[in-house]
């Protein structure tokens, strides 16, 4: 009784250290402050390409360092960064100073992503914890949706009260803050450091060897892709969708007594509120889909549903709930879907490896969003529904392939 005691107060440690981390409430307002910031949609474009090349080239060290050095040692590292970069968007007037801000921001991204979650499942196989990984993995994700779903409304509030939209990046600080204490409480074996002093040859080695396991191991290379793909489409998607929605803020009052203005501002706040909320049911509830079929074929199946959102998307375009709807349903499937993965990497990833694995997932998806963005601009440019009628005939030949790919395996089950 005692150990299930110390089991659920970790596991509940491990939830809300992902409330905290999505208490991040500028999110919601992000392109407003930029724009508002005299930056025009090009510097915004900028930034976000920094963003990514940055997260791309450290996901891979980091999840090395994570892997030999400490994974809590690297998520300390991690949360000075998100700090660093939270002040330095605060007093950020200029675009160089902006890009400075982004550059610490993306390095708190690259050194988070992967390392938690190895930690999470590290945990469970020390314990021989029986619940399965998508059930745990999908509680704590449920956490991290809820964090954001109250960071939304408390941001209305906030930034109603507050001078000026700047100032939301100093009140996440304190979120962050408490984030590295609950950190710094965890075990000590879960920092798992394997060398006591660092070496620049033990450093790459370990590097060299963790990405041709992930890159030569056909099991663990087709998760990764298959995650990586879903989530690089999602990515790009719900920017493109984000604005159609907004557009009904211009004629939609819901307080007379504010501004066109404030309007606006509560109105973005409720829809991710609403969206957020949503998606933790939906991230906490992930498990129970298992109950349909095997993993590997709801996975699968996610590519044909999200087909079809695509394509309803294109056709009813101009319909403000057939946009909110498809918005909402990729948020859902996003949220079933990134548990079942997660689980998936881990079962066929060495534990050795799966802070690495993890992080070459997130850094294809990074590689991916930037080699498609300037081609999914072009093509929003010259059409939103050809876009969408695009992306939907296309997640339905994924679909189509991944059948293919399944039923094949099955036939001849050989992990090159």
Request: charged share 15%.
């Amino acid at each position: 009784m005692e150990q299930l005691s110390a089991h659920k107060k970790q596991i509940t440690k491990f939830g809300f250290y992902g409330l905290l981390k999505n208490l991040r409430f500028f999110e919601p307002y992000l392109i407003i402050y930029f724009l508002l910031a005299q930056l025009n949609l090009f510097h915004i474009g900028l930034l976000i390409s920094i963003r990514e090349i940055i997260i791309y080239l450290f996901e891979i060290p980091s999840g090395v360092i994570a892997d030999r050095y400490g994974k809590k040692t690297e998520l300390v590292i991690c949360f000075i960064f998100y700090l660093a970069s939270f002040l330095m968007f605060f007093i950020s007037t200029e675009f160089y100073m902006f890009a400075i801000s982004m550059i610490l921001y993306a390095l708190g991204e690259a050194f988070r992503s992967g390392t938690h979650k190895s930690m999470i499942m590290a945990y469970i196989d020390k314990h021989e914890i029986k619940v399965s990984k998508t059930k745990i993995y999908g509680l704590t994700r449920s956490y991290s949706l809820i964090g954001s779903m109250i960071a939304s409304i408390v941001s209305i509030g906030l930034v109603l009260w507050l001078p000026e939209i700047k100032y939301l990046f100093l009140f996440a600080m304190i979120p962050y803050t408490l984030d590295l204490l609950l950190i710094l409480s965890y075990p000590s074996y879960l920092n798992d450091r394997k060398d006591v002093k660092f070496s620049y040859k033990s450093f790459l080695m370990h590097g060299f060897e963790s990405i041709k396991y992930t890159l030569t191991k056909g099991k663990v290379r087709g998760a990764i892709f298959n995650s990586a793909s879903y989530q690089a489409t999602f990515k790009s998607i719900k920017d493109y969708i984000q604005p159609i929605l907004l557009t009904v803020s211009l004629s939609l009052v819901l307080f007379s007594s504010l501004t066109d203005e404030e309007n606006t501002k509560v109105y973005i706040g409720l829809i991710y509120a609403v969206i957020y909320l949503i998606s933790a049911v939906s991230s906490k509830n992930a498990y129970r889909v298992k109950k349909f079929g095997q993993t590997k074929q709801i996975i699968s199946f996610m590519w044909f549903l999200t087909g079809v959102s695509m394509i309803a998307l294109s056709i009813f375009l101009d319909s403000i709930w057939v946009v909110f709807l498809v918005f909402l349903s990729l948020y859902i499937m996003m949220n079933i879907r990134r548990p079942l993965m997660v689980e998936t990497i881990g079962d066929v990833s060495d534990p050795d490896n799966r802070a690495t694995v993890l992080s070459v997932e997130s850094q294809m998806t990074s590689l991916m969003i930037v080699i498609g963005a300037p081609l999914i601009g072009l093509l929003a440019e010259y059409s939103m529904r050809t876009l969408f009628m695009s992306f939907g005939i296309l997640m339905f030949i994924i679909f189509i392939s991944s059948v293919y790919i399944n039923n094949k395996n099955v036939k001849n089950p050989i992990d090159i």
